[in-house]
């Protein structure tokens, strides 16, 4: 079976648009700081407490996932090179 992979940006909008609409609400006030792995071609997701946790959880449930989003809960980026911590997005 051939597939095909979306660019990063529309696997970014994608993934931002499932998390704002479906996931935010149900995680932000809970589990700030946590991650989250997000199949943007299912809407499926999975939480961790680092991005590998995220994303193997996420493998589970969709082992055929191909277009994987991750971000942590509560903050802009899930890290920073160079420029220090990352930060909060409130």
Known sequence: MTTTRRSAE???????EIYERDI???????HDGAFVAIDVASGDWAMGESELSAADRLRSQQPDAIDVWLLRIGYRVVASIGGGAPQRSR
Do not use: H, K, M, Y
């Open 24 to 30: 935010r609400s149900l995680v932000e006030d809970v």
């Open 10 to 16: 529309e696997t970014a909008r994608l993934g931002d």
